[in-house]
């Protein structure tokens, strides 16, 4: 990999940022002053400092974003705006991907990394990794839905869920709820409550396993995983 846009991915600034400090001396390979970009290293091997502190490579990324609705869940698209869209180009160079899915119109928390063996793990239906949702409900849902759901319901493909966890918020003409699933089927919340005759009108995720969405973040932004989140995530592995 070139020297120049190594350091820009791993965060000492812009390519023209870069180029400074390595004309300024400040870039050392091998304990050599190195003032040309140009030149390819391997970052996990050659020992590259800038100022005299080492520039320790990454090798994966984790992320925490918040989905906005009207962007999808994937790494390209020729008509959509998906969530890869939404990141720099530090954080493109690592080629992250989304952790499952949330629909286009979903909004909330969304995993984003580049550490395929991790997805696997968070998504595994073997792992049972509790998923929980915020959902405006059009309808009245009740105590009965609430076992229904707890019983697991067919969808319309004939399907038997998993048995979830439904808390109601505030029922009414327009009901809120908070739904725990285990599972990731295509439109499953969107579906169970179609199962019982109700609509679902706004879904946000806001739990993931032991992440919680981090509140401060607006539709759209995102930040690296905190040293706490990793370790969860990283124990999935184990």
């Known amino acids: ?62 992320l925490m974003m918040n989905k906005p609705k009207g962007v999808i869940s994937a790494t390209k698209d020729s008509r959509e705006r998906t969530v890869v869209d939404l990141l720099s180009k530090e954080e493109k160079w690592f080629q992250p991907f989304p952790v499952g899915r949330l629909d286009k119109d979903t909004e909330g928390l969304l995993i984003l990394t580049n550490d395929g063996e991790l997805a696997h793990q968070l998504t595994s239906p073997n792992k049972n990794v509790e998923k929980t949702y915020f959902a405006k409900i059009k309808g009245r849902v009740t105590a009965e839905d609430a076992e229904k759901f707890q019983q697991g319901v067919t969808l319309d493909d004939g399907y038997h869920t998993k048995p979830a966890k439904l808390n109601i918020i505030a029922s009414g003409e327009q009901s809120e709820v908070e739904i725990t699933i285990t599972e990731g089927k295509f439109h499953q919340v969107k579906r169970m409550f179609l199962a019982v005759d109700k609509k679902v009108m706004y879904l946000k995720r806001i739990r993931m396993g032991d992440i919680t969405i981090d509140t401060s973040l607006a539709p759209g932004e995102y930040r690296r995983l905190t040293e706490k989140e990793l370790n969860y995530c990283l124990s999935l592995k184990r």
């Open 1 to 62: 990999m070139r020297l120049d846009k190594l350091l820009a991915n791993m965060g000492f600034g812009s390519r023209k940022e870069v180029k400074f400090l390595l004309k300024e001396k400040r870039v050392t390979v091998n304990g050599q002053v190195q003032k040309n970009g140009s030149i390819h290293v391997d970052p996990e091997s050659d020992r590259i400092e800038v100022d005299g502190e080492r520039a320790v490579y990454e090798k994966y990324i984790y």
